[in-house]
Each structure stands twice: as structure tokens, then as C-alpha cells.
């Protein structure tokens, strides 16, 4: 089976949706079935050159959809975008471009069109999966419903999340099938309208990977000595997050531990806020913002070097990091909230906090003060992983998927 997934997003562009797509694309390839990509093109990266003795595509240039430029970069065309001057992390596609490429992609029979965001990408894998005559999948990555509220501030907040509810009903009725990450966001849909066949199908974990790491180099290259107490955030700097949230927290387990140290690894549009709230809030030497970390090597050190992995978000539709945290032995306090409830109803691997920054404080105070449950659940954490969250199961169940349709 051949799969042409498309998205407005993709690395560089660090987010869930970007780690999802790899995970998927490399595990669905060594299943036998390889998966190509239609993302944006970022500045810096170099733009695809065709290889020497490739078929021309007469209706293509620079960077088409030829064999050659699809081979460019692991079966990745990074289309043509602009600057969005209200989210300058992210891109916008060309459709124009994209309409050019329809010939050449035909001609690489896909058995289906797999769409991976809800922007300039539905559109356009719409328009190729009726030009190719295959089905289409889309996977629903985020609840838009509570995030416009967060950067459309000026706007009746009742209008926004009916129009966020009518956007999506509509777009997922356009498909013939909805991937989910969670069984909430799957009962969210259905309350929205959605109608069309959906299955749950979360991101797996590359276990291999989640091996390596190392705790103490992390720690030596940032200056943190080897007993500091460290708490760890992993994800986007943004309003949605609930970051507010953690600094409350933080604030109360500080004055039991004064030197608790909270580092939050990600950059995003809510940062200057936060630390612009950590002053007032007298905890600039209890918090250190980190930016991106590469994922294949300083990210897993710095998951490595905290004790606690604290996540507050009440959006998610998966909590993607919590895995990653859990795979690497280190136990979470979070919040069992829309997605993040999947992974923390079994209640294995860390501890789950009320919405309530004391109740919050009270359980992260738990592991740090108490070294043997913080070791059973850092054991328990890389067990429950490794048997339920693999990247093999997942993309066998998106395979199964895929041939339901087909």
C-alpha cells in the first residue's frame, strides 16, 4: 500500500503533530508500506534539487513531484509557503503549487490520501484524493474548541467555540474516516456532529530510542548540581498549556523546597508572559526556559536529569510527552485531562493532581520526598510504556485502517 500524507506542518516545526507524522511515516515503512509527505518548506532548509538522469515532469518545476525531488529528503515535497504574521512557528502552504504537482503525484499510485492538518493541507488532500480516486483520512491532532479563546481574545467566547465546533463537524464529514489519539477526543466528536467512521489510534513510541539518555551530562553542561530536587515541562511555550498553572505550583512546593528548580523545554508565544509572572511571583531562580532541544540527543538527557515530569495542559488530545517522560523512567504529575486520561487512567507510572495548584504541589512534593515510591514509579513507568504504547501496534492499527478503506 502506498499513502500520500499531507500536513501544514513538519520539521523543523517542532510540535506533537510533526513527532506524530515521523513516528507513523518510519513505522508504516518497515512494515513494507511507504509513506510519502507533502509539508511545508521553512526558510533555511534547501529547497529540493531533482537527481541526474530523473524522468522530467513537464508540468512540474523546481521542487516537484517527480521520483527525484520526492527522494530528496525520504520521500518528503516540501511545498512553497509564506510567513504567517500571527503565528511566526508556523507556515502557509502554497495550493497553487500544490495544484501544479497533481500529474506527477498520480502517476506514483497512492492507495490513499492521509491528512494530517486542518488548514491549506484538508483542502488540498481533498482536492488529490478525488483526483486520484482514493480514499481520504484525516487524523483530528487538536481540540480547537477551548484554544481560540487564548489568541482571539476580543471575540465573544460562545460564537468561537460554536464556530470552532461547525469548522470542525464540517471537516471531518468531508473524509471518509477520523483517526483520534484518545477516547475522549473521539467522544468530543461525536457530541460535535461527526458522523463518519473514527477509530482511536494514538502516536507510538520508537522504544529503541527511548533507551539512551543521560541524566547527569545534562545536568554538568546546565550547571544543576547532581541532588537539586528538578522538575520537567516538555512542549509548546503557549497560553493553552497551562503553564500559569505549573508557577502556582511551583510557588508552593518552593516554599517546602527551596531550591526546586522547574525547566521548561520549548519555545512558544506564552513565554514572555511567564516570565513576566515568575518575577512577581519571586521565582526567577526556580525556573529556567530552555527553548528546543534536539530530539535525538540533548531532549533525552534533559528528560533524564529531572526527577518529576509536570504537565497541567487540559487540552491535549493525546500527551504525547508523557510517554516520552515515562519511557525514559521518569515518573509525571499531571492532570487526567481530555487526552492525557488515556495514558493516566491506569494509574501507573507517576501520580494524577487534582486541577488545584495545592493538590498539584502535594503530589510532587510525594516523589520528591519519598526516593522509593519515586523509583517504583520511574520501573513501573518504563514497564507500562513498553507494553502499551509501541510505535509497531500503533501503525499496524493505522494499517488495518487503511485496508478497511481501500
Known amino acids: 500500500m502506498r499513502v500520500l500524507m499531507v500536513s501544514d506542518v513538519y520539521f523543523p516545526r517542532v510540535n506533537r503533530v510533526s513527532t ?24 533555511g532548509l534547501p529547497r529540493p534539487r ?46 497553487r503549487f500544490i495544484h501544479r504537482q497533481v500529474a506527477g503525484l498520480a502517476r506514483r499510485n ?33 481540540h480547537f474548541e ?27 464529514n468531508q473524509v471518509d474516516a477520523v483517526v483520534v489519539p484518545s477516547t475522549p477526543m473521539l467522544k468530543t466528536l ?12 494514538p502516536t507510538g513510541l520508537d522504544l529503541d530510542r527511548f533507551r539512551s539518555g543521560d541524566g547527569a ?29 505549573l508557577l502556582q505550583m511551583l510557588q508552593r512546593v518552593q516554599r517546602e523546597i527551596p531550591d526546586v528548580l522547574l525547566m521548561i523545554v520549548g519555545e512558544g508565544p506564552a513565554q514572555r508572559h511567564l516570565e513576566r509572572l515568575s518575577q512577581r511571583m519571586g521565582l526567577q531562580a526556580n525556573l529556567r526556559f530552555l527553548g528546543y532541544l534536539d530530539r535525538d540527543g540533548e531532549l533525552l538527557d534533559c528528560y533524564r536529569g529531572g526527577d518529576v515530569f509536570v504537565f497541567a495542559s487540559r487540552t491535549e488530545t493525546q500527551g504525547l510527552v508523557l510517554l516520552e517522560a515515562m519511557a525514559l523512567g521518569v515518573p509525571v504529575v499531571a492532570l487526567a485531562e ?22 498539584f504541589a502535594q503530589q510532587v512534593l510525594r516523589l520528591l520526598r519519598e526516593p522509593d515510591l519515586r523509583a517504583a514509579c520511574a520501573a513501573d513507568a518504563r514497564d507500562y510504556v513498553g507494553a502499551t504504547w509501541s510505535g509497531t501496534t500503533s501503525a499496524q492499527r493505522m494499517l488495518d485502517l487503511y485496508r478497511s478503506l481501500v
Open 20 to 43: 506524530s507524522i515521523q513516528t507513523f511515516r518510519r513505522d508504516l515503512a518497515a512494515l513494507g508500506h511507504p509513506v510519502d509527505l507533502l509539508a511545508p518548506h521553512y526558510p
Open 50 to 95: 531533482p537527481r541526474p538522469n530523473s524522468d522530467p515532469d513537464p508540468d512540474a518545476d523546481m521542487g516537484s513531484a517527480t521520483d527525484a525531488s520526492l527522494g530528496d529528503e525520504n520521500g518528503i515535497l516540501r511545498v512553497p509557503s509564506r510567513y504567517l504574521f500571527f503565528d511566526p512557528e508556523d507556515r502557509m502552504m502554497s495550493g
Open 110 to 142: 497512492y492507495d490513499l490520501v492521509h491528512i494530517q492538518t486542518p488548514f491549506v493541507a484538508h483542502a488540498a488532500g481533498l482536492r488529490l484524493a478525488r483526483a486520484f480516486g482514493v480514499p481520504v483520512v484525516e487524523t483530528y491532532h487538536t
Open 146 to 172: 477551548p484554544y481560540l479563546g487564548h489568541y482571539l481574545p476580543w471575540l465573544p467566547a460562545p460564537g468561537l467555540r460554536a464556530a470552532a465546533r461547525r469548522f470542525t463537524r464540517r471537516q471531518c
Open 190 to 201: 461525536q457530541g460535535y456532529g461527526v458522523d463518519k467512521p473514527m477509530r482511536i489510534i
Open 217 to 245: 551530562r545534562f545536568r554538568r553542561a546546565h550547571g544543576i548540581a547532581p541532588q537539586r530536587p528538578v522538575l520537567m515541562h516538555v512542549g509548546r511555550v503557549a497560553h493553552e498549556k497551562n503553564i500559569d498553572f
Open 338 to 359: 481530555m487526552g492525557t486520561r488515556d495514558i493516566l487512567d491506569a494509574g501507573r507510572g507517576g501520580l494524577v493532581a487534582r486541577a488545584e495548584p495545592e493538590h
